[in-house]
DNA sequence: GCTATGACAGCTC
DNA sequence: CGAGCTGCCATAG
């Protein structure tokens, strides 16, 4: 199979997340069913112009290494649940087949 | 074919 | 909450 696919793949996805939500490599690879957190890093590093490469960010809430201020911008524009630096991947979390529920009403964001 | 590397993940201290 | 280690997957030398 072509890598190229397989970038292609990681960006539609990218593409596919919500604004105010985000999804960390590994939740990708594991979408996907290929690769691993690494590859899909790679190919955002290489390819990841041109989609909102914010969204994506590591397991742990943290924002991409290099860019960190420019997609916390980001995020506090988009109105990302954010936790200090990172992103509170308890309520940030998102995957493709969860539809477009932005944030459960019980669970109202707090400050 | 082995080693080094990397926008990672999970665990332990 | 930061620092260190091990594990995983693919690519490059």
Redo the contacts with the bound molecule.
């Keep these: 199979m072509a890598?190229d696919d397989y970038a292609e793949l990681v960006l539609t996805v990218v593409e596919r997340i919500p604004p105010g939500r985000v999804m960390?490599?590994?939740?990708i690879a594991e979408y996907l069913g290929?690769?691993?957190?690494?590859?899909?890093?790679?190919v955002?590093?290489h390819y990841?112009g041109g989609v909102p490469?914010h969204r994506?960010v590591?397991?742990?809430g943290r924002l991409?290494?290099g860019?960190e201020q420019e997609a916390l911008r980001r995020h506090r524009l988009e109105g990302t649940p954010l936790k200090?630096d990172k992103v509170d991947m308890r309520r940030a979390a998102w995957w493709p087949e969860d539809d477009p529920t932005p944030l459960d009403p019980s669970d109202a964001r707090l400050p």
Excluded: E, F, T
């Design positions: 890598d960390s490599y590994g939740a290929r690769g691993g957190p690494r590859q899909v890093g790679a955002m590093s990841g490469w994506v590591a397991a742990n991409v290494p860019h200090s």
